[in-house]
């Protein structure tokens, strides 16, 4: 079990005893390592500290401090927000906390929900994870708690909206020599692979890259095969939503004329209007699910092939375009032909290989 740092204990926690009840689930996954009580926006919140266990930077890829914050009103308010958001900002928080993640605990058994409402209206927000404080007192011999409610409240948020601003990318964390190889990947327009077995972090390091890029200007958008949204449409109508999210994305309309034009054209055309000094990447995770390998939608055997087809001419032509595809299968690199068909992604696109 970690431990609550000697200085946490005969400081802030003197003060605030009652606190340290709340703190004992953490303990399973993370040290405490600072606190203290901080005011901005007429709130009053202790902060502290958490430093991830080794389990948890492999399970999460958690690779800095984690803020945690501890609010004694009844309900979560948007000052409640912007108060941990000037902390983040502020010494000692910056430089040494993820700038991107947040706890909070909370006497409101509705912070869930709150918070839900509070991102889609405050897409830029960073990301929050709610405790409650009942549900804390309550579960001290729960190990499993503080992991559990992570994944359930990130990934159960909806990520698929692509009607909303994509703020999805705050979510997750990755191995940083990864993150950088594939950030840099993007501002060249080089294609990477990224493949190994379930649960061994891909996704929490594509959030990553995709947050990274975003911060150097690039448009990165994320789709996740499995979801039936994706997959259970044919090759020209998920061209079609790629483009019509592409043109979203930097705020374009299509272009009238454009409805006549072949849906590979369309693409290219989307692609063409975004401003030439920002880079494009379009990453595609569980790519199993839409390729020549699917089990559930049979139509991906032959939609494979133009899909890939229209996607490698356009990055042939425009030079700003990247693409990122994960699963656990790497085969659909490796191919050189597709039913007897030269394979459009043999040869462009460098896989990686991640384990834990």
């Known amino acids: 079990m970690a431990v609550i740092k000697p200085e946490v204990r005969q400081g ?11 703190l004992h689930p953490f303990l399973n996954d993370f040290d405490i390592t600072w606190a203290n009580q ?81 991102m889609m209206r405050n897409p830029q927000a960073r990301i929050p994870v709610a405790f409650d404080v009942q549900t804390l007192k309550s579960s001290k011999s729960d190990s499993w708690l503080v992991r559990n409610t992570i994944a359930r409240q990130l990934f159960t948020r909806d990520l698929f909206d692509f009607q909303l601003p994509i703020d999805s990318d705050l979510f997750f ?20 692979g990224l493949f190994g077995l379930r649960k ?4 929490s390091a594509l959030f990553k890259v995709k947050r990274h890029a975003e911060r150097e200007d690039a448009v990165v958008l994320y789709y996740d095969c499995k979801n039936p949204a994706i997959r259970n449409q044919t090759w020209e109508s998920l061209l079609s939503r790629v483009s019509g999210d592409i043109l979203k ?20 055309q989307a692609v063409g209007r975004v401003p030439k000094k920002k880079n494009i990447c379009l ?23 133009p899909f890939w087809q229209t996607l490698w001419t356009a990055q042939s032509e425009l030079r700003r375009l990247s693409f990122i595809i994960a699963g656990v299968n790497p085969s659909i690199v490796e191919l050189d032909s597709v039913g007897g068909v030269q394979n459009p992604m043999f040869g462009i696109v460098r896989p990686r290989y991640k384990c834990l």
């Open 12 to 22: 802030h926690l003197v003060q605030f005893p009652l606190e340290e009840a709340l």
């Open 38 to 118: 901080r005011r901005a926006y007429n709130t009053k919140l202790s902060i502290y500290f958490l430093a991830p266990e080794k389990h948890m930077q492999e399970q999460f890829g958690f690779d800095a401090e984690i803020l945690l914050a501890v609010s004694d009103f009844t309900t979560l308010q948007p000052r409640t927000m912007q108060a941990v958001e000037q902390f983040l900002n502020e010494n000692p928080a910056k430089g040494r906390v993820d700038q991107g993640f947040f706890f909070i605990i909370t006497k409101d058994e509705s912070a869930d929900s709150w918070l839900n409402t509070y």
């Open 173 to 192: 964390f990755g191995r940083d020599a990864l993150i950088a190889e594939f950030t840099d990947a993007i501002t060249q327009s080089q294609n990477r």
């Open 200 to 203: 061994t972090g891909k996704t």
């Open 249 to 268: 994305s930097v705020d374009k309309s299509p272009v009238q004329s454009a409805a006549n034009l072949h849906v590979s054209d369309r693409f290219t």
């Open 283 to 305: 990453i595609f995770d569980e790519i199993e699910y839409i390729s020549p390998i699917a089990k559930l939608d049979l139509h991906w055997h032959q939609g494979f092939l």
